[in-house]
């Protein structure tokens, strides 16, 4: 709510689509759903050739004013579709919306009252395969800014962000991930939080844009890996060293991070850029001394240090955050 408690703050919904017929109906129906009032749901269609566009078309006479359709010229693909998609925008805050998910009916209005001046809010979430209830599959991403450096953490479909944020950041590469550049931007700038409950299903299916982008990575890499990252993990970091997104992304990184708010971020983003052996045996000396900070799962006392130690290369062994290059 604004600060004399009676007029809501404004929420745009923002999807972006494609070919998402089989699933669209219930992901609309579950935010037409939402108890906050909805200030305007755009919907950016990247050329489907099935029926969604119709089906969208379908929802947008039944709620007139509400909906704002638009469908793009040529296929942008899901990175610059969600950027372009998200400038138009206007509400005082934008929630990002897959198409085909089921959204929580407090989703929004638990994020926007939990937003406080943070640039961006996101939640756990659920990923069971089917959507019976009760839900098992409970995910819950980490909110330490040395873990994003390695990982990207926080999905864009769990995401409620100040729209005038989203719009002041100038420079995009849609070779890196939307919601990686995002998150990363809103830790450089007035932080993010989260909240600590599920707020929506995110289906996974062999046709979902998502597990297509999650699941096409991991070059050379064996399905359960046991010391394959030890050993074979310096020559995937050095493979990635030679990607231009790679460079990119570190290279931003190193020139932008406040190093008196931010020193250990700051030096990581450095050293991600080094390819000298000292450099590596810094990096890890780092991520052992903060492996708290860095390693999933959080391990504890002598194992997590060993594994902290590790895991610039256990990170880099079938690392897909670059594969978007072409």
Not at 147 to 161: A, E, K, R, V
Not at 181 to 190: F, R, V
Not at 288 to 317: D, E, T, V, W
Request: charged share 20%; glycine share 6%; hydrophobic share 35%.
């Amino acid at each position: 709510m604004n600060d004399d408690n009676s007029t809501p703050l404004t929420v745009s919904v923002v999807m972006c689509t494609y070919n998402g017929k089989q699933f669209l109906r219930e992901q609309m129906d579950s935010i037409l759903a939402q108890d906050y009032p909805l200030h305007e749901i755009i919907v950016q269609d990247d050329r489907s050739t099935d029926d969604t566009w119709d089906i969208l078309q379908t929802y947008a006479k039944a709620h007139p004013g509400l909906f704002k359709l638009f469908r793009n010229d040529e296929q942008l693909g899901f990175n610059r579709n969600f950027h372009t998609a998200l400038l138009r925008a206007t509400g005082q805050y934008v929630a990002i919306s897959d198409q085909d998910d089921i959204w929580f009916p407090q989703k929004i209005s638990k994020q926007v009252a939990a937003i406080g001046n943070a640039d961006l809010c996101f939640s756990d979430y659920y990923t069971d395969l089917h959507y019976t209830l009760p839900l098992h599959n409970y995910v819950s991403p980490r909110t330490d800014f040395e873990h994003m450096l390695f990982y990207d953490c926080t999905p864009g479909h769990s995401m409620l962000l100040r729209t005038d944020f989203v719009k002041g950041i100038k420079l995009w590469n849609y070779d890196i991930y939307y919601d990686w550049w995002l998150s990363i931007h809103a830790q450089m700038g007035h932080g993010l939080v989260k909240v600590d409950e599920a707020l929506n299903w995110h289906r996974h299916y062999d046709g979902s844009a998502t597990t297509h982008v999650y699941r096409k990575g991991f070059y050379e890499a064996v399905p359960h890996p046991t010391w394959q990252p030890y050993a074979w993990g310096t020559l995937h970091r050095l493979h990635l060293q030679r990607k231009r997104n790679y460079r990119f992304f570190y290279t931003y990184l190193a020139q932008h991070i406040d190093r008196r708010k931010h020193p250990v971020p700051a030096r990581i983003a450095r050293l991600m850029l080094r390819r000298c052996p000292f450099a590596v045996l810094e990096l890890c000396l780092i991520c052992a001394k903060y492996y708290n900070r860095i390693y999933p799962g959080r391990p504890r006392g002598l194992k997590g240090r060993i594994r902290g130690f590790f895991y610039p290369l256990i990170s880099a062994y079938g690392n897909d955050l670059f594969k978007l290059e072409k």
